[in-house]
Protein backbone atom coordinates (compact mmCIF):
# COMPACT_ATOMS: atom_id res chain seq x y z
CA UNK A 1 0.00 0.00 0.00
CA UNK A 2 2.49 2.39 0.97
CA UNK A 3 4.49 1.30 -2.33
CA UNK A 4 1.55 2.11 -3.91
CA UNK A 5 0.66 5.60 -2.26
CA UNK A 6 4.55 6.42 -2.99
CA UNK A 7 4.18 5.60 -6.79
CA UNK A 8 0.77 7.64 -7.44
CA UNK A 9 2.83 11.17 -5.55
CA UNK A 10 5.82 10.67 -7.79
CA UNK A 11 4.38 9.93 -11.21
CA UNK A 12 2.44 13.26 -11.42
CA UNK A 13 5.96 14.87 -10.55
CA UNK A 14 7.79 12.99 -12.95
CA UNK A 15 5.48 14.32 -15.95
CA UNK A 16 5.63 17.51 -14.84
CA UNK A 17 9.55 17.33 -15.10
CA UNK A 18 9.58 15.27 -18.78
CA UNK A 19 6.89 18.73 -19.54
CA UNK A 20 9.94 20.94 -18.54
CA UNK A 21 12.36 19.20 -20.52
CA UNK A 22 9.89 19.07 -23.26
CA UNK A 23 10.16 22.93 -23.11
CA UNK A 24 13.71 23.10 -22.61
CA UNK A 25 14.09 20.74 -26.04
CA UNK A 26 11.39 23.01 -28.03
CA UNK A 27 13.52 26.37 -27.38
CA UNK A 28 16.49 24.10 -28.30
CA UNK A 29 15.29 23.02 -31.63
CA UNK A 30 13.99 26.21 -32.50
CA UNK A 31 17.32 28.48 -32.15
CA UNK A 32 19.19 25.56 -33.98
CA UNK A 33 16.18 25.93 -36.60
CA UNK A 34 16.61 29.82 -36.44
CA UNK A 35 20.66 29.21 -37.19
CA UNK A 36 20.39 27.16 -40.16
CA UNK A 37 18.08 29.06 -41.82
CA UNK A 38 19.92 32.12 -40.89
CA UNK A 39 23.05 31.16 -41.27
CA UNK A 40 22.94 28.79 -44.43
CA UNK A 41 20.14 29.78 -46.19
CA UNK A 42 19.84 33.12 -46.23
CA UNK A 43 17.36 34.30 -43.31
CA UNK A 44 13.52 33.79 -43.12
CA UNK A 45 11.13 35.71 -45.96
CA UNK A 46 8.08 34.51 -45.67
CA UNK A 47 6.60 36.65 -49.52
CA UNK A 48 10.29 34.59 -50.66
CA UNK A 49 9.39 32.05 -53.49
CA UNK A 50 12.14 30.04 -52.30
CA UNK A 51 10.51 26.80 -50.54
CA UNK A 52 13.83 27.06 -48.47
CA UNK A 53 13.57 30.36 -46.48
CA UNK A 54 9.68 29.19 -45.91
CA UNK A 55 8.72 25.81 -45.54
CA UNK A 56 11.28 24.11 -42.89
CA UNK A 57 10.53 27.64 -40.55
CA UNK A 58 6.98 27.21 -40.93
CA UNK A 59 6.19 23.76 -40.78
CA UNK A 60 9.07 23.11 -37.78
CA UNK A 61 7.84 26.45 -35.24
CA UNK A 62 4.24 27.04 -36.94
CA UNK A 63 3.49 23.11 -37.34
CA UNK A 64 5.49 20.50 -34.95
CA UNK A 65 6.89 22.69 -32.11
CA UNK A 66 3.00 24.31 -31.65
CA UNK A 67 1.23 20.68 -31.72
CA UNK A 68 3.86 20.10 -28.84
CA UNK A 69 3.12 23.05 -27.07
CA UNK A 70 -0.50 22.36 -27.47
CA UNK A 71 -0.40 18.90 -25.98
CA UNK A 72 1.18 19.92 -23.25
CA UNK A 73 -0.76 22.65 -22.81
CA UNK A 74 -3.68 20.58 -22.16
CA UNK A 75 -2.49 17.48 -20.25
CA UNK A 76 0.29 19.07 -17.68
CA UNK A 77 0.27 22.54 -17.77
CA UNK A 78 -2.25 23.99 -14.78
CA UNK A 79 -4.55 26.40 -15.46
CA UNK A 80 -7.20 28.04 -14.34
CA UNK A 81 -9.88 25.87 -15.03
CA UNK A 82 -10.39 23.03 -17.86
CA UNK A 83 -12.35 24.97 -20.04
CA UNK A 84 -9.06 27.45 -19.99
CA UNK A 85 -7.17 24.66 -20.69
CA UNK A 86 -9.62 23.15 -23.75
CA UNK A 87 -9.39 26.50 -25.37
CA UNK A 88 -5.87 27.11 -25.17
CA UNK A 89 -5.11 23.72 -26.52
CA UNK A 90 -7.71 23.93 -29.18
CA UNK A 91 -6.77 27.79 -30.35
CA UNK A 92 -2.98 26.49 -30.55
CA UNK A 93 -3.93 23.49 -32.30
CA UNK A 94 -5.82 25.93 -34.83
CA UNK A 95 -2.43 28.18 -34.89
CA UNK A 96 -0.22 24.80 -35.93
CA UNK A 97 -3.09 23.83 -38.86
CA UNK A 98 -3.10 27.22 -40.14
CA UNK A 99 0.87 27.53 -40.64
CA UNK A 100 1.15 24.06 -41.55
CA UNK A 101 -1.45 24.56 -44.37
CA UNK A 102 1.02 27.84 -45.21
CA UNK A 103 4.13 25.52 -45.40
CA UNK A 104 2.49 22.82 -47.78
CA UNK A 105 0.91 25.59 -50.22
CA UNK A 106 4.87 27.00 -50.29
CA UNK A 107 6.15 23.94 -51.23
CA UNK A 108 3.60 23.56 -53.47
CA UNK A 109 3.75 26.90 -55.16
CA UNK A 110 7.56 26.58 -55.21
CA UNK A 111 7.36 23.30 -57.20
CA UNK A 112 4.88 24.58 -60.01
CA UNK A 113 6.99 27.62 -60.54
CA UNK A 114 9.81 25.35 -60.58
CA UNK A 115 7.86 22.39 -62.81
CA UNK A 116 8.55 20.41 -60.27
CA UNK A 117 6.27 16.90 -59.70
CA UNK A 118 4.50 17.30 -56.85
CA UNK A 119 4.40 14.06 -54.32
CA UNK A 120 7.11 12.63 -55.29
CA UNK A 121 9.20 12.05 -52.05
CA UNK A 122 8.77 10.20 -49.14
CA UNK A 123 8.41 13.42 -46.58
CA UNK A 124 5.98 14.86 -48.97
CA UNK A 125 3.58 11.82 -48.59
CA UNK A 126 3.76 11.89 -44.59
CA UNK A 127 3.67 15.57 -44.41
CA UNK A 128 0.47 15.85 -46.75
CA UNK A 129 -0.83 12.56 -44.83
CA UNK A 130 0.09 13.87 -41.11
CA UNK A 131 -1.52 17.51 -42.35
CA UNK A 132 -5.13 15.81 -43.74
CA UNK A 133 -5.20 13.59 -40.52
CA UNK A 134 -4.43 16.79 -37.99
CA UNK A 135 -7.48 18.71 -39.98
CA UNK A 136 -9.68 15.62 -39.18
CA UNK A 137 -8.64 15.45 -35.55
CA UNK A 138 -8.68 19.12 -35.08
CA UNK A 139 -12.25 19.18 -36.39
CA UNK A 140 -13.34 15.86 -34.47
CA UNK A 141 -11.98 17.74 -31.18
CA UNK A 142 -13.80 20.93 -32.27
CA UNK A 143 -17.25 18.94 -32.70
CA UNK A 144 -16.98 16.54 -29.81
CA UNK A 145 -15.33 18.05 -26.67
CA UNK A 146 -16.17 21.86 -27.44
CA UNK A 147 -20.10 22.34 -28.63
CA UNK A 148 -21.99 21.71 -26.08
CA UNK A 149 -24.29 18.95 -28.48
CA UNK A 150 -22.05 16.26 -27.27
CA UNK A 151 -23.09 14.18 -24.51
CA UNK A 152 -20.89 14.05 -21.53
CA UNK A 153 -20.69 10.43 -21.92
CA UNK A 154 -20.01 10.49 -24.94
CA UNK A 155 -16.87 12.75 -24.72
CA UNK A 156 -15.87 10.55 -22.04
CA UNK A 157 -15.46 7.23 -24.40
CA UNK A 158 -14.04 9.37 -27.32
CA UNK A 159 -11.15 11.52 -24.87
CA UNK A 160 -9.05 8.04 -25.09
CA UNK A 161 -8.88 7.67 -29.12
CA UNK A 162 -8.51 11.46 -29.36
CA UNK A 163 -5.74 11.69 -27.33
CA UNK A 164 -4.23 8.39 -28.87
CA UNK A 165 -4.83 9.37 -32.49
CA UNK A 166 -3.40 13.01 -31.37
CA UNK A 167 -0.25 11.71 -30.19
CA UNK A 168 0.09 9.04 -33.29
CA UNK A 169 -0.21 12.05 -35.46
CA UNK A 170 2.26 14.15 -33.66
CA UNK A 171 5.12 11.64 -33.79
CA UNK A 172 3.94 11.07 -37.73
CA UNK A 173 5.00 14.78 -38.07
CA UNK A 174 7.61 14.69 -36.27
CA UNK A 175 8.42 11.59 -38.61
CA UNK A 176 7.88 14.15 -42.04
CA UNK A 177 9.93 16.56 -40.76
CA UNK A 178 13.44 13.60 -39.93
CA UNK A 179 12.70 12.75 -43.52
CA UNK A 180 12.44 16.28 -45.10
CA UNK A 181 15.73 17.26 -42.76
CA UNK A 182 17.09 13.81 -44.57
CA UNK A 183 17.02 15.65 -47.75
CA UNK A 184 17.94 18.95 -46.75
CA UNK A 185 21.40 17.14 -45.20
CA UNK A 186 21.70 15.16 -48.44
CA UNK A 187 22.20 18.86 -50.61
CA UNK A 188 23.83 20.77 -47.28
CA UNK A 189 26.63 23.12 -49.07
CA UNK A 190 29.05 22.02 -45.99
CA UNK A 191 30.09 19.15 -43.54
CA UNK A 192 28.93 21.78 -40.72
CA UNK A 193 26.31 22.48 -42.02
CA UNK A 194 25.21 19.06 -42.35
CA UNK A 195 25.91 18.54 -38.63
CA UNK A 196 23.80 21.12 -37.81
CA UNK A 197 21.12 19.51 -39.60
CA UNK A 198 21.63 16.42 -38.05
CA UNK A 199 21.07 17.60 -34.77
CA UNK A 200 18.29 19.17 -35.66
CA UNK A 201 16.44 16.54 -36.59
CA UNK A 202 17.94 14.64 -33.39
CA UNK A 203 16.16 17.64 -31.22
CA UNK A 204 13.01 17.39 -32.77
CA UNK A 205 12.91 13.68 -32.60
CA UNK A 206 13.58 14.12 -28.46
CA UNK A 207 11.14 16.82 -28.56
CA UNK A 208 8.50 14.43 -29.46
CA UNK A 209 9.55 11.52 -27.40
CA UNK A 210 9.69 13.99 -24.81
CA UNK A 211 5.86 15.22 -24.77
CA UNK A 212 4.56 11.75 -25.73
CA UNK A 213 6.11 10.34 -22.30
CA UNK A 214 4.70 13.26 -20.78
CA UNK A 215 1.30 12.62 -21.82
CA UNK A 216 1.83 8.57 -21.06
CA UNK A 217 3.36 9.26 -17.66
CA UNK A 218 0.50 11.66 -16.99
CA UNK A 219 -2.65 10.15 -18.10
CA UNK A 220 -1.41 6.52 -16.76
CA UNK A 221 -1.44 8.06 -13.06
CA UNK A 222 -4.53 10.07 -13.31
Known amino acids: MAHGIIGSHHHPIMASRVSML ?12 LVWLLHYRGGINIQS ?22 ILAYSSIPMVDH ?12 V ?24 MSLHSWLGITAIALFGLQWLFGFVTFWLPAAHEHTRDA ?5 VMAGLAIFMLAVCAAQ ?26 LLYGVAVASA ?3 RRAFL
Open 22 to 33: AHVLFLTTAVLM
Open 49 to 70: EDPEQVHPFVMSWGFILLIGEA
Open 83 to 94: RTQKMAHMMIHL
Open 96 to 119: GLILGIFGVYAAFKFHDAAVVPDL
Open 158 to 162: AAPAH
Open 179 to 204: TGLVQKSAGAASASEMKLINVTGIFI
Open 215 to 217: VAL
